[in-house]
């Protein structure tokens, strides 16, 4: 196994395990729900605005380690972030699991989210690591529903 391989693994049975940001924000400004039929995750996305920063972001639901740990990560990732920011990662985070975006060599904000770049191995889990990413991008654009199919 490679060294990024078992980070990865690491890094997954850890959040899923002690998911970060894992509540519901009262009074959240934006939040989106977002479906992944094909595992079966679920989860909502609560975002809290100062202006244009996300001040506080979590999330809620259910679903499988890939997804949970991703989610966990992203609320980890965009805290703090400008909403152009968290946009900018979320794209980059997207080329990144479908083949778009070559994270060893290509320039990118991604740190510590680049260990999803394994999903690009298994299609069938690049929607379960994606899909808090596009709940965040529908709840930070006023949609508020979300399906990966
Ligand atoms: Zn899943």
Redesign the pocket.
Known sequence: MSELNELYQDTILEHNKNPRNFREIEGADKEADGN?P????ALRVYVKMDGDTVADVAFKGS?????KASASMMTQAVRGKSREEADLLFDEFHKMVTGGLDVESEENQLGRLKIFAGVLEFPA?V??AS?SWHTLNAALHDEVEISTE
């Open positions: 992944n094909l595992c079966g995750d679903g499988c380690a890939i997804s889990r929607k379960c899909l």
